[in-house]
Protein backbone atom coordinates (compact mmCIF):
# COMPACT_ATOMS: atom_id res chain seq x y z
CA UNK A 1 0.00 0.00 0.00
CA UNK A 2 0.59 3.84 -0.34
CA UNK A 3 1.04 6.83 1.49
CA UNK A 4 -0.72 9.56 0.32
CA UNK A 5 0.67 12.36 2.25
CA UNK A 6 -2.24 15.74 1.34
CA UNK A 7 -1.60 19.28 2.78
CA UNK A 8 -2.11 23.10 1.98
CA UNK A 9 1.81 23.63 2.63
CA UNK A 10 4.24 22.65 0.57
CA UNK A 11 6.58 21.99 2.88
CA UNK A 12 9.15 19.43 0.81
CA UNK A 13 11.86 20.66 -1.20
CA UNK A 14 12.88 19.49 -4.68
CA UNK A 15 16.08 17.79 -3.59
CA UNK A 16 14.08 16.40 -0.47
CA UNK A 17 11.71 14.91 -3.43
CA UNK A 18 14.26 13.43 -5.27
CA UNK A 19 16.18 11.96 -2.28
CA UNK A 20 12.95 9.84 -1.45
CA UNK A 21 12.30 8.86 -4.64
CA UNK A 22 14.36 6.14 -4.06
CA UNK A 23 12.61 4.86 -1.13
CA UNK A 24 11.22 1.56 -1.97
CA UNK A 25 9.49 0.27 1.59
CA UNK A 26 6.11 1.03 1.13
CA UNK A 27 3.05 -0.24 3.01
CA UNK A 28 0.19 2.09 3.32
CA UNK A 29 -1.68 4.62 2.62
CA UNK A 30 -2.34 8.03 3.85
CA UNK A 31 -4.35 11.62 2.87
CA UNK A 32 -4.28 14.57 5.30
CA UNK A 33 -6.54 17.15 5.07
CA UNK A 34 -5.94 20.51 3.28
CA UNK A 35 -4.36 23.24 6.16
CA UNK A 36 -3.90 25.92 6.38
CA UNK A 37 -0.36 27.83 8.01
CA UNK A 38 -0.73 29.10 11.10
CA UNK A 39 2.87 28.22 12.48
CA UNK A 40 2.40 31.92 13.67
CA UNK A 41 -1.41 32.16 14.38
CA UNK A 42 -2.49 34.14 17.15
CA UNK A 43 -5.89 33.10 19.05
CA UNK A 44 -8.40 35.59 20.11
CA UNK A 45 -10.29 34.03 22.38
CA UNK A 46 -10.10 31.08 24.91
CA UNK A 47 -12.94 28.90 25.09
CA UNK A 48 -12.73 27.47 28.56
CA UNK A 49 -14.94 24.20 28.98
CA UNK A 50 -15.87 22.79 32.26
CA UNK A 51 -17.67 19.56 32.25
CA UNK A 52 -19.10 17.84 35.93
CA UNK A 53 -19.17 14.42 36.90
CA UNK A 54 -20.28 12.42 39.72
CA UNK A 55 -17.34 11.14 42.15
CA UNK A 56 -17.53 9.21 45.36
CA UNK A 57 -14.18 10.33 46.96
CA UNK A 58 -13.98 13.23 49.21
CA UNK A 59 -11.87 15.83 48.10
CA UNK A 60 -12.76 19.84 47.65
CA UNK A 61 -14.80 20.98 44.68
CA UNK A 62 -13.68 24.27 45.14
CA UNK A 63 -11.85 25.52 43.00
CA UNK A 64 -8.26 27.57 43.48
CA UNK A 65 -7.15 30.40 41.49
CA UNK A 66 -3.41 30.18 40.96
CA UNK A 67 -1.28 31.54 38.24
CA UNK A 68 -1.30 29.69 34.97
CA UNK A 69 2.01 27.41 34.72
CA UNK A 70 4.33 28.84 32.95
CA UNK A 71 4.72 26.18 29.91
CA UNK A 72 1.22 27.28 28.85
CA UNK A 73 1.86 29.86 26.01
CA UNK A 74 -0.69 33.13 25.85
CA UNK A 75 -1.23 35.26 23.19
CA UNK A 76 -1.41 38.99 23.65
CA UNK A 77 -5.42 38.73 24.17
CA UNK A 78 -4.84 36.44 27.23
CA UNK A 79 -6.16 33.52 25.61
CA UNK A 80 -4.31 30.18 25.95
CA UNK A 81 -2.36 27.69 23.90
CA UNK A 82 -1.45 24.17 25.11
CA UNK A 83 1.08 22.77 22.73
CA UNK A 84 0.57 19.47 21.22
CA UNK A 85 3.25 16.32 20.83
CA UNK A 86 3.05 13.14 19.27
CA UNK A 87 4.55 9.87 20.78
CA UNK A 88 6.88 8.26 17.88
CA UNK A 89 6.55 4.43 17.64
CA UNK A 90 8.33 1.98 20.29
CA UNK A 91 10.67 0.89 17.58
CA UNK A 92 11.61 4.33 16.50
CA UNK A 93 15.18 2.63 16.85
CA UNK A 94 15.52 -0.96 16.36
CA UNK A 95 17.66 -3.29 17.97
CA UNK A 96 20.71 -2.84 16.02
CA UNK A 97 20.70 0.82 17.09
CA UNK A 98 19.88 2.04 14.02
CA UNK A 99 17.00 4.70 13.45
CA UNK A 100 14.03 2.96 12.33
CA UNK A 101 13.23 3.73 8.29
CA UNK A 102 14.91 7.22 8.40
CA UNK A 103 13.06 8.60 4.89
CA UNK A 104 10.01 7.42 6.37
CA UNK A 105 10.16 9.06 9.63
CA UNK A 106 11.04 12.41 8.02
CA UNK A 107 8.17 12.78 5.38
CA UNK A 108 6.24 11.91 8.61
CA UNK A 109 7.41 14.49 10.72
CA UNK A 110 7.35 17.01 8.06
CA UNK A 111 3.20 16.14 8.31
CA UNK A 112 3.13 16.56 11.62
CA UNK A 113 5.05 20.15 11.17
CA UNK A 114 2.10 20.89 8.54
CA UNK A 115 -0.07 19.96 11.13
CA UNK A 116 1.06 22.51 13.72
CA UNK A 117 2.42 19.84 16.18
CA UNK A 118 4.67 21.56 18.82
CA UNK A 119 7.29 18.49 18.65
CA UNK A 120 7.46 14.46 19.29
CA UNK A 121 8.21 12.10 22.18
CA UNK A 122 11.01 9.35 22.15
CA UNK A 123 11.45 6.28 24.70
CA UNK A 124 15.64 6.24 25.02
CA UNK A 125 15.41 2.70 25.80
CA UNK A 126 18.24 1.81 28.17
CA UNK A 127 18.24 -1.76 26.59
CA UNK A 128 19.48 0.05 23.51
CA UNK A 129 21.60 2.80 24.70
CA UNK A 130 24.23 0.48 27.32
CA UNK A 131 23.66 -3.06 25.51
CA UNK A 132 26.93 -3.49 25.31
CA UNK A 133 28.06 -2.92 28.85
CA UNK A 134 28.01 -0.94 31.81
CA UNK A 135 28.96 3.01 30.80
CA UNK A 136 29.12 1.64 27.24
CA UNK A 137 26.55 3.91 25.56
CA UNK A 138 25.12 4.22 22.19
CA UNK A 139 23.31 7.34 21.71
CA UNK A 140 23.71 7.79 17.64
CA UNK A 141 20.37 6.71 16.38
CA UNK A 142 18.85 9.04 19.31
CA UNK A 143 21.88 12.21 17.59
CA UNK A 144 20.15 11.33 14.02
CA UNK A 145 16.81 12.00 15.39
CA UNK A 146 17.17 14.91 16.85
CA UNK A 147 18.69 16.12 14.27
CA UNK A 148 15.96 15.29 12.11
CA UNK A 149 13.55 17.04 14.54
CA UNK A 150 15.78 20.52 14.51
CA UNK A 151 15.98 20.62 10.67
CA UNK A 152 12.00 20.59 10.58
CA UNK A 153 11.83 23.28 13.31
CA UNK A 154 10.29 20.74 15.80
CA UNK A 155 10.70 20.04 19.51
CA UNK A 156 11.50 17.11 20.94
CA UNK A 157 10.90 15.30 24.51
CA UNK A 158 12.54 12.33 25.36
CA UNK A 159 11.96 9.82 28.06
CA UNK A 160 14.88 8.08 30.09
CA UNK A 161 13.37 4.58 29.76
CA UNK A 162 14.67 2.50 32.51
CA UNK A 163 12.17 -0.28 31.66
CA UNK A 164 11.67 -2.93 29.28
CA UNK A 165 9.21 -2.91 26.67
CA UNK A 166 6.30 -5.57 26.20
CA UNK A 167 4.02 -7.43 28.41
CA UNK A 168 2.04 -4.03 28.68
CA UNK A 169 -1.04 -2.16 27.09
CA UNK A 170 0.48 -0.97 23.72
CA UNK A 171 3.71 -2.36 23.55
CA UNK A 172 4.07 -3.09 20.39
CA UNK A 173 7.65 -4.86 20.20
CA UNK A 174 10.02 -5.72 23.00
CA UNK A 175 13.39 -4.19 24.29
CA UNK A 176 14.67 -5.97 27.48
CA UNK A 177 16.56 -4.59 29.82
CA UNK A 178 20.56 -4.32 28.60
CA UNK A 179 22.06 -8.20 28.37
CA UNK A 180 24.39 -7.76 31.22
CA UNK A 181 21.61 -6.22 34.09
CA UNK A 182 19.97 -9.77 33.04
CA UNK A 183 22.89 -11.33 33.54
CA UNK A 184 22.76 -10.25 37.17
CA UNK A 185 19.26 -11.05 37.26
CA UNK A 186 19.55 -14.45 36.46
CA UNK A 187 22.77 -15.06 39.58
CA UNK A 188 19.92 -12.96 41.65
CA UNK A 189 16.21 -12.70 40.68
CA UNK A 190 15.45 -11.08 43.92
CA UNK A 191 16.77 -7.27 41.90
CA UNK A 192 13.25 -7.22 40.01
CA UNK A 193 10.02 -7.05 41.18
CA UNK A 194 8.22 -10.27 43.21
CA UNK A 195 4.27 -11.24 44.26
CA UNK A 196 3.45 -13.71 46.73
CA UNK A 197 3.58 -16.52 44.92
CA UNK A 198 6.79 -15.72 44.10
CA UNK A 199 6.69 -14.54 40.60
CA UNK A 200 9.25 -12.70 39.19
CA UNK A 201 9.20 -9.57 36.89
CA UNK A 202 11.77 -8.37 34.85
CA UNK A 203 10.32 -5.07 33.68
CA UNK A 204 11.84 -2.71 35.95
CA UNK A 205 14.88 -3.25 38.57
CA UNK A 206 13.05 -3.24 42.11
CA UNK A 207 13.39 0.25 43.91
CA UNK A 208 14.27 -2.14 47.04
CA UNK A 209 17.79 -2.36 46.05
CA UNK A 210 18.10 1.23 45.03
CA UNK A 211 20.80 1.89 47.23
CA UNK A 212 22.68 -1.79 46.77
CA UNK A 213 25.56 -2.64 44.37
CA UNK A 214 23.89 -5.39 42.59
CA UNK A 215 24.70 -3.94 39.10
CA UNK A 216 27.80 -5.05 38.90
CA UNK A 217 29.27 -3.07 41.34
CA UNK A 218 27.05 -0.13 40.89
CA UNK A 219 23.82 0.14 42.62
CA UNK A 220 20.94 1.56 40.30
CA UNK A 221 20.50 4.94 41.20
CA UNK A 222 23.99 5.15 40.50
CA UNK A 223 23.39 3.42 37.13
CA UNK A 224 20.48 5.47 36.42
CA UNK A 225 22.16 8.84 37.35
CA UNK A 226 25.25 7.75 34.53
CA UNK A 227 23.07 6.91 31.84
CA UNK A 228 21.37 10.77 32.34
CA UNK A 229 24.59 12.39 32.63
CA UNK A 230 26.32 10.93 29.45
CA UNK A 231 22.86 11.70 27.82
CA UNK A 232 23.21 15.18 28.90
CA UNK A 233 26.97 15.48 28.02
CA UNK A 234 26.07 13.91 24.46
CA UNK A 235 22.79 16.46 24.01
CA UNK A 236 24.51 19.51 25.56
CA UNK A 237 23.81 20.96 22.57
CA UNK A 238 20.20 20.73 21.82
CA UNK A 239 19.00 20.50 25.53
CA UNK A 240 17.07 23.79 26.40
CA UNK A 241 16.30 24.39 22.66
CA UNK A 242 15.25 21.10 19.95
CA UNK A 243 15.41 19.18 23.46
CA UNK A 244 12.80 20.84 25.11
CA UNK A 245 11.76 18.08 27.91
CA UNK A 246 13.46 15.00 29.44
CA UNK A 247 10.51 12.87 30.98
CA UNK A 248 12.44 10.21 33.82
CA UNK A 249 11.66 7.14 33.76
CA UNK A 250 10.83 5.89 37.87
CA UNK A 251 8.76 2.42 37.09
CA UNK A 252 7.46 0.15 34.79
CA UNK A 253 6.26 2.14 31.47
CA UNK A 254 8.41 4.95 32.42
CA UNK A 255 6.07 5.71 35.26
CA UNK A 256 6.27 6.28 39.21
CA UNK A 257 4.28 2.60 40.26
CA UNK A 258 4.91 -0.82 41.04
CA UNK A 259 4.23 -3.27 38.31
CA UNK A 260 1.15 -4.76 40.29
CA UNK A 261 -1.54 -5.26 36.85
CA UNK A 262 1.29 -7.39 33.98
CA UNK A 263 -0.25 -8.18 31.33
CA UNK A 264 2.08 -10.65 29.88
CA UNK A 265 0.99 -14.14 29.99
CA UNK A 266 -2.47 -13.44 30.95
CA UNK A 267 -1.36 -12.62 34.56
CA UNK A 268 -3.60 -9.67 34.99
CA UNK A 269 -6.64 -8.64 32.93
CA UNK A 270 -8.74 -5.65 33.42
CA UNK A 271 -10.47 -4.69 35.95
CA UNK A 272 -8.56 -6.84 38.26
CA UNK A 273 -6.98 -5.71 41.32
CA UNK A 274 -3.48 -6.77 41.07
CA UNK A 275 -1.22 -8.32 43.41
CA UNK A 276 1.60 -6.09 45.78
CA UNK A 277 4.91 -6.30 44.52
CA UNK A 278 6.90 -6.52 47.55
CA UNK A 279 8.80 -10.01 48.12
CA UNK A 280 12.23 -9.96 47.25
CA UNK A 281 14.25 -10.11 49.52
CA UNK A 282 15.31 -6.26 49.98
CA UNK A 283 11.47 -5.52 50.54
CA UNK A 284 10.93 -8.04 52.85
CA UNK A 285 13.69 -6.66 54.62
CA UNK A 286 12.56 -3.21 54.31
CA UNK A 287 9.07 -3.90 55.27
CA UNK A 288 10.34 -6.06 58.59
CA UNK A 289 12.54 -3.30 59.53
CA UNK A 290 9.97 -0.97 59.38
CA UNK A 291 7.57 -3.07 61.32
CA UNK A 292 9.99 -3.69 64.11
CA UNK A 293 10.51 0.25 64.40
CA UNK A 294 6.78 1.10 65.61
CA UNK A 295 6.94 -2.42 68.04
CA UNK A 296 4.86 -4.48 65.29
CA UNK A 297 7.33 -7.03 64.80
CA UNK A 298 4.75 -9.33 63.14
CA UNK A 299 3.20 -7.29 60.84
CA UNK A 300 6.88 -7.16 58.87
CA UNK A 301 6.50 -11.14 57.73
CA UNK A 302 5.06 -10.18 54.18
CA UNK A 303 2.08 -7.81 52.64
CA UNK A 304 -1.90 -8.57 53.49
CA UNK A 305 -2.21 -12.30 53.17
CA UNK A 306 -5.81 -11.85 51.89
CA UNK A 307 -5.32 -9.37 49.44
CA UNK A 308 -6.68 -11.89 46.75
CA UNK A 309 -5.06 -12.31 43.19
CA UNK A 310 -4.61 -10.04 39.95
CA UNK A 311 -7.91 -10.87 38.28
CA UNK A 312 -9.90 -10.47 41.14
CA UNK A 313 -12.35 -7.88 42.50
CA UNK A 314 -12.30 -5.88 45.35
CA UNK A 315 -15.31 -7.32 47.06
CA UNK A 316 -13.33 -10.71 46.92
CA UNK A 317 -10.62 -10.23 48.87
CA UNK A 318 -10.84 -9.75 53.01
CA UNK A 319 -8.03 -6.73 52.35
CA UNK A 320 -9.46 -4.38 50.18
CA UNK A 321 -13.23 -5.14 50.24
CA UNK A 322 -15.77 -2.45 51.78
CA UNK A 323 -15.16 -3.19 55.33
CA UNK A 324 -11.82 -4.28 54.65
CA UNK A 325 -8.85 -4.59 56.98
CA UNK A 326 -7.57 -1.66 54.33
CA UNK A 327 -8.28 0.54 56.91
CA UNK A 328 -7.31 -0.93 59.84
CA UNK A 329 -4.73 -0.10 61.72
CA UNK A 330 -1.95 -2.84 60.22
CA UNK A 331 -3.79 -1.94 56.49
CA UNK A 332 -2.66 1.78 57.51
CA UNK A 333 0.87 0.62 58.68
CA UNK A 334 1.24 -1.41 55.71
CA UNK A 335 0.04 1.17 52.59
CA UNK A 336 1.96 3.97 53.92
CA UNK A 337 5.07 1.55 54.17
CA UNK A 338 4.31 0.17 50.61
CA UNK A 339 3.17 3.74 48.79
CA UNK A 340 6.61 5.45 51.15
CA UNK A 341 9.25 3.54 49.60
CA UNK A 342 7.66 4.41 46.04
CA UNK A 343 7.44 7.83 47.12
CA UNK A 344 11.34 7.73 48.28
CA UNK A 345 12.40 5.99 44.80
CA UNK A 346 10.98 8.43 42.80
CA UNK A 347 12.41 11.18 45.12
CA UNK A 348 15.74 9.92 45.01
CA UNK A 349 16.01 9.44 41.27
CA UNK A 350 14.85 12.87 41.00
CA UNK A 351 16.92 14.65 43.15
CA UNK A 352 19.95 13.28 40.84
CA UNK A 353 17.95 14.10 37.61
CA UNK A 354 17.98 17.81 39.09
CA UNK A 355 21.37 17.89 39.96
CA UNK A 356 22.15 16.69 35.95
CA UNK A 357 20.23 18.72 33.96
CA UNK A 358 19.88 22.19 36.39
CA UNK A 359 21.87 24.59 34.23
CA UNK A 360 20.66 22.51 30.74
CA UNK A 361 17.42 24.79 30.64
CA UNK A 362 15.36 21.70 30.07
CA UNK A 363 12.01 20.87 31.84
CA UNK A 364 11.65 17.56 33.78
CA UNK A 365 8.68 15.63 34.35
CA UNK A 366 7.58 12.92 35.83
CA UNK A 367 4.66 10.38 34.77
CA UNK A 368 2.27 8.83 36.78
CA UNK A 369 -0.19 6.43 36.11
CA UNK A 370 -4.25 6.46 35.31
CA UNK A 371 -5.69 3.53 37.07
CA UNK A 372 -9.01 4.71 36.94
CA UNK A 373 -11.07 1.03 37.58
CA UNK A 374 -12.32 0.56 40.97
CA UNK A 375 -12.11 4.21 41.67
CA UNK A 376 -15.48 4.30 42.71
CA UNK A 377 -14.94 1.70 45.45
CA UNK A 378 -13.97 2.69 49.03
CA UNK A 379 -10.35 0.80 49.35
CA UNK A 380 -9.68 1.87 45.28
CA UNK A 381 -7.64 -1.51 45.29
CA UNK A 382 -6.00 -1.04 41.67
CA UNK A 383 -4.22 2.08 42.84
CA UNK A 384 -3.61 0.65 46.23
CA UNK A 385 -1.40 -2.54 44.57
CA UNK A 386 0.45 0.00 42.00
CA UNK A 387 1.32 2.29 45.20
CA UNK A 388 -0.83 5.19 45.11
CA UNK A 389 -1.97 5.17 49.29
CA UNK A 390 -5.50 6.52 47.50
CA UNK A 391 -8.56 5.65 49.63
CA UNK A 392 -11.96 7.50 50.30
CA UNK A 393 -9.86 8.23 53.37
CA UNK A 394 -6.60 8.95 51.53
CA UNK A 395 -5.48 11.58 49.18
CA UNK A 396 -2.86 9.88 47.33
CA UNK A 397 -2.07 12.32 44.70
CA UNK A 398 -1.29 15.49 46.82
CA UNK A 399 1.99 13.80 48.66
CA UNK A 400 2.98 13.00 44.86
CA UNK A 401 2.65 16.27 43.40
CA UNK A 402 4.21 17.87 46.33
CA UNK A 403 7.29 15.82 46.25
CA UNK A 404 7.51 17.24 42.20
CA UNK A 405 6.96 20.59 43.20
CA UNK A 406 10.12 20.28 45.14
CA UNK A 407 12.32 19.42 42.40
CA UNK A 408 10.70 21.75 39.86
CA UNK A 409 9.29 18.74 37.79
CA UNK A 410 5.93 18.63 35.85
CA UNK A 411 3.44 16.13 36.79
CA UNK A 412 2.48 14.01 33.67
CA UNK A 413 -1.18 12.29 33.52
CA UNK A 414 -2.51 9.43 31.70
CA UNK A 415 -6.41 8.92 30.92
CA UNK A 416 -7.22 12.45 29.59
CA UNK A 417 -9.26 11.01 27.04
CA UNK A 418 -11.65 8.93 29.00
CA UNK A 419 -15.45 9.47 30.10
CA UNK A 420 -17.13 7.73 32.87
CA UNK A 421 -20.01 7.10 30.70
CA UNK A 422 -17.30 4.84 27.98
CA UNK A 423 -16.43 2.45 31.36
CA UNK A 424 -17.79 -0.74 32.27
CA UNK A 425 -20.25 -0.81 34.95
CA UNK A 426 -19.23 -3.48 37.01
CA UNK A 427 -15.43 -2.08 37.04
CA UNK A 428 -16.58 1.26 39.14
CA UNK A 429 -14.36 3.08 36.86
CA UNK A 430 -14.15 7.30 37.18
CA UNK A 431 -11.42 8.30 35.17
CA UNK A 432 -12.93 11.98 35.39
CA UNK A 433 -13.14 11.79 38.78
CA UNK A 434 -9.53 10.70 38.73
CA UNK A 435 -8.62 13.38 36.40
CA UNK A 436 -10.25 15.76 38.42
CA UNK A 437 -8.44 14.75 41.66
CA UNK A 438 -5.00 15.03 40.09
CA UNK A 439 -5.59 18.70 39.01
CA UNK A 440 -6.67 19.53 42.21
CA UNK A 441 -3.89 18.16 44.10
CA UNK A 442 -1.54 19.53 41.09
CA UNK A 443 -3.17 22.74 41.57
CA UNK A 444 -2.71 22.77 45.05
CA UNK A 445 1.23 21.88 44.70
CA UNK A 446 1.14 24.72 42.44
CA UNK A 447 3.21 22.55 39.53
CA UNK A 448 2.23 22.07 36.14
CA UNK A 449 0.14 19.30 34.73
CA UNK A 450 0.80 17.56 31.39
CA UNK A 451 -1.58 15.16 29.85
CA UNK A 452 -1.56 11.89 27.65
CA UNK A 453 -4.16 9.57 26.47
CA UNK A 454 -3.76 6.10 27.71
CA UNK A 455 -5.14 4.15 24.70
CA UNK A 456 -4.98 4.60 21.05
CA UNK A 457 -8.21 7.19 20.17
CA UNK A 458 -8.45 8.52 16.60
CA UNK A 459 -12.24 9.82 17.36
CA UNK A 460 -13.07 13.29 17.93
CA UNK A 461 -14.90 12.05 21.14
CA UNK A 462 -11.73 11.20 22.68
CA UNK A 463 -9.75 15.05 21.04
CA UNK A 464 -13.23 16.48 22.59
CA UNK A 465 -12.64 15.35 26.32
CA UNK A 466 -9.22 15.92 26.43
CA UNK A 467 -9.88 19.34 25.18
CA UNK A 468 -12.17 19.66 28.09
CA UNK A 469 -9.92 18.87 30.51
CA UNK A 470 -7.30 21.19 28.93
CA UNK A 471 -9.28 24.57 29.19
CA UNK A 472 -10.54 24.78 32.56
CA UNK A 473 -12.05 27.32 33.79
CA UNK A 474 -9.89 27.84 36.75
CA UNK A 475 -6.49 28.19 35.34
CA UNK A 476 -5.57 24.34 36.06
CA UNK A 477 -5.93 23.12 32.55
CA UNK A 478 -2.74 21.33 30.91
CA UNK A 479 0.51 22.78 30.13
CA UNK A 480 1.20 20.29 27.11
CA UNK A 481 -0.69 17.28 25.86
CA UNK A 482 1.24 14.28 24.05
CA UNK A 483 -0.93 12.18 21.74
CA UNK A 484 -0.46 8.34 21.33
CA UNK A 485 1.08 7.16 19.21
CA UNK A 486 2.26 8.32 15.58
CA UNK A 487 1.54 4.86 13.60
CA UNK A 488 0.25 4.29 9.62
CA UNK A 489 -3.92 4.64 11.04
CA UNK A 490 -3.14 7.89 12.43
CA UNK A 491 -2.85 9.65 9.02
CA UNK A 492 -5.72 7.92 7.29
CA UNK A 493 -8.71 9.73 6.11
CA UNK A 494 -11.16 11.19 9.43
CA UNK A 495 -8.25 10.62 11.66
CA UNK A 496 -5.61 12.89 10.32
CA UNK A 497 -8.23 15.38 9.87
CA UNK A 498 -9.53 14.94 14.03
CA UNK A 499 -5.87 15.59 14.32
CA UNK A 500 -5.50 18.44 12.31
CA UNK A 501 -8.74 19.98 14.26
CA UNK A 502 -7.39 19.28 17.68
CA UNK A 503 -4.18 20.51 17.08
CA UNK A 504 -5.58 23.90 16.12
CA UNK A 505 -8.26 23.70 18.74
CA UNK A 506 -5.20 23.44 21.14
CA UNK A 507 -3.76 26.26 19.85
CA UNK A 508 -6.43 28.54 19.67
CA UNK A 509 -7.13 27.56 23.28
CA UNK A 510 -10.32 25.89 22.21
CA UNK A 511 -12.24 28.64 20.49
CA UNK A 512 -12.49 26.15 17.33
CA UNK A 513 -14.74 23.55 17.87
CA UNK A 514 -14.68 21.82 14.05
CA UNK A 515 -11.92 22.01 11.34
CA UNK A 516 -14.28 24.52 8.46
CA UNK A 517 -15.46 22.46 5.25
CA UNK A 518 -12.35 24.10 2.96
CA UNK A 519 -9.73 22.60 5.03
CA UNK A 520 -11.05 18.96 4.47
CA UNK A 521 -10.57 19.18 0.98
CA UNK A 522 -6.65 18.26 -0.21
CA UNK A 523 -3.83 19.49 -1.97
CA UNK A 524 -0.97 17.43 -3.82
CA UNK A 525 2.16 17.35 -1.67
CA UNK A 526 5.03 15.37 -2.70
CA UNK A 527 7.33 12.82 -0.56
CA UNK A 528 8.78 9.88 -1.52
CA UNK A 529 8.03 8.41 -4.69
CA UNK A 530 5.89 10.15 -7.64
CA UNK A 531 4.05 9.17 -10.37
CA UNK A 532 1.03 10.49 -12.86
CA UNK A 533 -2.43 9.06 -11.76
CA UNK A 534 -5.32 8.87 -14.72
CA UNK A 535 -5.98 12.58 -13.56
CA UNK A 536 -2.53 13.39 -14.15
CA UNK A 537 -2.51 13.99 -10.09
CA UNK A 538 0.95 13.13 -8.64
CA UNK A 539 0.89 10.87 -5.24
CA UNK A 540 2.77 10.29 -2.46
CA UNK A 541 4.61 6.85 -1.33
CA UNK A 542 6.62 6.74 2.16
CA UNK A 543 6.32 4.14 4.94
CA UNK A 544 3.69 4.87 8.05
CA UNK A 545 6.23 4.64 11.12
Not at 425 to 434: I, N, Q, V
Not at 527 to 545: N, P
Request: hydrophobic residues 35%.
Amino acid sequence: MTLTLRSSISFIIQKETRFLKTYDDVSTTLTFAKMKPYFHLKAKSSLQVAHTFKSEVNINEKYEKVHAPSIVHSNHDGSKRVPVFVMLPLDTVTMGGNLNKPRAMNASLMALKSAGVEGVMVDVWWGLVEKDGPLKYNWEAYAELVQMVQKLGLKIQVVMSFHQCGGNVGDSCSVPLPPWVMEEISKNPDIVYTDRSGRRNPEYISLGCDSVPVLKGRTPLQVYADYMRSFRDRFSDYLGSVISEVQVGMGPCGELRYPSYPESNGTWKFPGIGEFQCYDKYMKASLAAAAEAIGKKEWGKGGPHDSGQYKQFPEDTGFFRKDGTWNSEYGQFFLGWYSGKLLEHGEKILVSAKEIFQTSGVKLSGKIAGIHWHYRSRSHAAELTAGYYNTRHTDGYLPIAKMFANHDVVFNFTCMEMKDREQPDHADCSPEGLVHQVKTATRKARIELAGENALERYDAGGYAQVLSTSMSDSSSGLAAFTYLRMNKKLFEGDNWRHLVNFVRNMSEGGRRQRLPDSDSRGSDIYVGHIKKTKEHKQEVKAVAV
